[in-house]
């Protein structure tokens, strides 16, 4: 069964310092998404990103975060000059238009100290 | 008034039990609804989708009354393996962002 892939699954970064989530979605999916699930509280939305570009985001995506999908095989998330409470679990989705194919990926536990 | 609201248990039942719970959405423009099944830091996963009329998979069935805006979960013959928080999830489309409950929290016993 086809899997969207997160890379690294747990990460510790220091305040201030900028970190990189990587996901590889599923091939044929066209749209593709961040969440994240800070400890004990519910899974929110980032953003979505569909035809090379933002379709949506949340008011938690602040000028603190960017997408980018530099090839036809990645998507990534970048956090610039993180706090604290950035630490959460991020999840990377991708769906699939012609039916109900939302797949989320394994998270990356991130960590800022 | 949070977009997705659940009850957040936890509901402990025996072996075998029956156990349902509901959520309530506030958005009357939501057309897909779901439920999704997370185990303890993991993923999401797809439970079920939820369509009007009602469906069952297995020993679960899920509800939808979009007049009260209310989505329900009932698992039959609970098993060990179906402890796990059950999400509620709401979007306006199969392709659009997804509006999380915070989690039903279930838990099986021997």
């Known amino acids: 069964e086809p899997e969207v892939t997160q890379t690294p699954s747990h990460q510790v970064t220091q305040m201030g310092q900028e970190v990189i989530l990587r996901c590889v979605p599923i091939?044929?999916?066209?749209?593709f998404y961040w969440y994240r699930q800070i400890l004990g509280q519910k899974v929110e939305f980032l953003v979505s990103?569909?035809?090379?570009?933002?379709?949506?985001k949340s008011e938690i995506f602040d000028d603190q975060f960017s997408v980018e999908r530099p090839d036809g095989s990645n998507f990534t998330l970048k956090i610039r000059s993180t706090k604290l409470e950035d630490s959460a679990m991020y999840f990377c989705?991708?769906?699939?238009?012609?039916?109900?194919?939302?797949?989320f990926g394994s998270g990356t536990r991130l960590t800022v100290v | 008034r949070k977009e997705v609201e659940q009850d957040p248990g936890p509901f402990n039942v025996p072996e075998g039990a029956t156990v349902a719970f509901n959520c309530t959405y506030s958005?009357?423009?939501?057309?897909?609804f779901f439920w999704y099944r997370q185990d303890c830091r993991k993923e999401p996963k797809l439970l079920m989708s939820?369509?009007?009329s009602g469906n069952e998979d297995g020993r679960f069935t899920a509800q939808l009354n979009r007049a009260s805006q209310y989505i329900s979960l009932l698992i039959r013959d609970s098993k060990l393996s179906d402890s796990a928080t059950y999400l509620c999830?709401?979007?306006?489309?199969?392709?659009?962002?997804?509006?999380f409950g915070a989690g039903t929290t279930v838990t099986v016993r021997a």
């Open positions: 989705a991708s769906s699939d238009p012609t039916d109900y194919g939302y797949t």
């Open positions: 091939s044929n999916h066209l749209y």
């Open positions: 999830v709401v979007s306006r489309s199969n392709d659009y962002k997804l509006s």
């Open positions: 990103f569909y035809n090379n570009e933002i379709s949506e």
């Open positions: 939820v369509y009007s």
């Open positions: 958005n009357s423009a939501s057309q897909s």
